[in-house]
Every structure is written in C-alpha cells, then in structure tokens.
C-alpha cells in the first residue's frame, strides 16, 4: 500500500488498522473495519463527525459514529431477523485501493466484493468501491456494482453521525412539507411541517432527494449536507431511552450529535441487472454562522 505524506497507517491493536489523515487542510481517521470514515475535521473547525468515545474498535463489530456504510441493506434484515442490522459490509475489512493527495486534500478508495462469507448471507456478487474526498469540504460516494449474472435488489445508506453542540437548539432545514415515517412508532406518513426540532427520539424516513442544512447555533455554525443516489433522507436522534439502550453510546451523548443520512430505505429500493451500477453519495459542508 503506498501512501502520500499527509497519510499514515496506524495498526490500532493487533490486526485493526486506521489509516491517520493530517493534511494541511483537514485530519481524520478512516478504519478499514467497514471503510468507516471515523473523523473528519477541516482545518480551523470543530470535528464535524461524532464518535462515541464507547465505541468497540473490533474487526467485525460496527462503529458508533463516523459514518458507517449500511449495505445492501437498511435496517433489519428483510426476511431474516437474527441477521445484523445495517447490512454486513460495515462489519468488513476492506482493501485499501488507491490513496492519493494534492494541496486541496486526500482521496482515498476502498473495495470490498462478495466472498463464500458474503454470499452465505447473502447470495449474490457484488463489487463496492468507497471513494472519499477529505478537505475543506467532505465527499463519500459508494459505487455498487451487480457483478452477478441475475439481477438483483438492495437498500442502504450512508449513516452519517454529525457533531452538535446542542441537539435541543439544532434544526435540519429543507425538509418542510416533505412527507416521512417515524420508524419506531407506525408506518403512517406524516406530513413534516417546517423544520425538524428535537425533543424527544426522532427516528425518521423522509421522502427527500434535497440538499438539507443542520442548524446548530449553539455550535455557531450549520452544516450542508447533500447527496446523489438517494430518495430517502433519515434522520435519527436516540434521545433519552434509546441511548441507554446503546451499550456503545454514553447516555449523556445524545445531545451532541444528529444522524442524517443518505439513503435508499423503505419504499426507496434498487434493483441493478448484471453489470449495472449505482452511485450513492454525500457532501459535507460547514458554514459558520455570521454573527
Ligand atoms: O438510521 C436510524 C437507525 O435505523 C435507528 O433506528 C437506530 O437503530 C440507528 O439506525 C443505529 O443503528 P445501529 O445498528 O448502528 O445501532
């Protein structure tokens, strides 16, 4: 593996390797445990992605925070519940591809592709290809290939965990009138009427291809989140009761982060023929508020 100066592998713990970003113009962390992006912070801001300081750093075990790649499905499984939530490849070691830089910022690839393991969960052949893009501002894309000789379906998403300094005071913007469904109560849609606020879990499917904007003011600062490849937009909040149900999740973290995430998920499912692809992307922008 050849890396550029800004970019370094760290073995963590025995067989756990994070490849260590410090580029003049943003540092992070990425595992090779999922390809989870782990931390990204542009130069001069705060860390913009939230890592749970209880997160189990083990080969095959899912990392609270960062942005864990949910694939090829979302949620619990579609007909196997003792099958993991959130699809297998983020409990995955992936294989470092190329992993490049220039004065803007570091890009990296990671692949990973059906093995006797994959297909004995799920039977068919596949080839992912994570590319992303660290600077100033934030890329991930996920290109999913059907390498199979059938074709077929899938769901997923890209769970971006985001910092915030005060989840009671934060929005998300962009979503007004966009209808959704509140995952953990039923499968009514609800109309969203002006911007989502947070005072209690919020664990939402809103049928949204748009571009949303984190408010934090208590942060001093919004974050710009879009993407392509996406019908579904969730965002999550455990609050209260459901973070002391996250082993990995300290229960007075729940106000410092929002969960918005990319995602094909519900009624937002893909079929590929053979050798068809799709892309599934997000963009990270941060914008410090004017005073
Ligand atoms: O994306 C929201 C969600 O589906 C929530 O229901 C919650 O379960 C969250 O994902 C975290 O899932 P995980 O499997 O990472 O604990």
Same mark, same amino acid.
């Given at each position: 593996?050849?890396?550029?100066?800004?970019? &370094?592998?760290?073995?963590?713990? !025995?067989?756990?390797?994070?490849?260590?970003?410090?580029?003049? =113009?943003?540092?992070?962390?990425? !595992?090779?445990?999922?390809? #989870?992006? =782990?931390?990204?912070?542009?130069?001069?801001?705060?860390?913009?992605?939230? =890592? &749970?300081?209880?997160?189990?750093?083990? %080969?095959?075990?899912?990392?609270?925070?960062?942005?864990?790649?949910?694939?090829?499905?979302?949620?619990?499984?579609?007909?196997?519940?003792?099958?993991?939530?959130?699809?297998?490849? $983020?409990?995955?070691?992936?294989?470092?591809?190329?992993?490049?830089?220039?004065?803007?910022?570091?890009?990296?690839?990671?692949?990973?592709?059906?093995?006797?393991?994959? $297909?004995?969960?799920?039977?068919?052949?596949?080839?992912?290809?994570?590319?992303?893009?660290?600077?100033?501002?934030?890329?991930?894309?996920?290109?999913?290939?059907?390498?199979?000789?059938?074709?077929?379906?899938?769901?997923?998403?890209?769970?971006?965990?985001?910092?915030?300094?005060?989840?009671?005071?934060?929005?998300?913007?962009?979503?007004?009138?966009?209808? /959704?469904?509140?995952? $953990?109560?039923? %499968?009514?849609?609800?109309?969203?009427?002006?911007?989502?606020?947070?005072?209690?879990?919020?664990?939402?499917?809103?049928?949204?291809?748009?571009?949303?904007?984190?408010?934090?003011?208590?942060?001093? $600062?919004?974050?710009?989140?879009?993407?392509?490849?996406?019908?579904?937009?969730?965002?999550?909040?455990?609050?209260?009761?459901?973070?002391?149900?996250?082993?990995?999740? %300290?229960?007075?973290?729940? %106000?410092?982060?929002?969960?918005?995430?990319?995602?094909?998920?519900?009624?937002?499912?893909?079929?590929?023929?053979?050798?068809?692809? #799709? /892309?599934? &992307?997000? #963009?990270?922008?941060?914008?410090?508020?004017?005073?």
């Amino acid at each position: 593996m050849t890396l550029p100066p800004s970019v &370094s592998l760290v073995d963590e713990t !025995a067989g756990y390797p994070i490849l260590v970003i410090d580029h003049p =113009m943003a540092t992070g962390r990425i !595992a090779l445990n999922g390809a #989870h992006v =782990m931390e990204w912070t542009p130069a001069g801001e705060a860390p913009v992605l939230y =890592m &749970s300081p209880l997160a189990e750093l083990e %080969p095959g075990k899912a990392i609270r925070g960062g942005i864990p790649v949910c694939w090829p499905w979302f949620g619990g499984h579609p007909t196997e519940p003792d099958q993991p939530a959130h699809g297998f490849v $983020r409990n995955r070691m992936w294989q470092v591809g190329t992993v490049t830089e220039d004065p803007a910022g570091i890009t990296l690839q990671f692949h990973l592709s059906d093995d006797e393991l994959s $297909r004995s969960v799920w039977p068919h052949r596949f080839a992912l290809c994570l590319e992303v893009k660290m600077g100033a501002q934030f890329s991930i894309a996920l290109q999913i290939q059907n390498t199979d000789e059938t074709p077929w379906s899938m769901t997923g998403a890209l769970h971006t965990y985001l910092c915030v300094q005060d989840v009671t005071t934060a929005t998300v913007l962009g979503l007004d009138q966009v209808p /959704f469904v509140e995952s $953990r109560l039923s %499968p009514e849609r609800i109309q969203q009427s002006g911007p989502v606020v947070f005072d209690r879990e919020v664990d939402r499917n809103y049928a949204s291809a748009d571009t949303l904007t984190l408010c934090d003011p208590s942060g001093g $600062r919004s974050l710009i989140v879009s993407k392509t490849g996406s019908q579904s937009s969730v965002v999550w909040n455990p609050w209260i009761e459901k973070s002391k149900r996250l082993p990995d999740l %300290p229960d007075d973290a729940y %106000p410092h982060f929002v969960c918005i995430e990319a995602a094909n998920a519900g009624p937002d499912i893909i079929t590929l023929a053979p050798g068809q692809e #799709h /892309f599934l &992307s997000q #963009h990270l922008q941060v914008l410090r508020d004017l005073a």
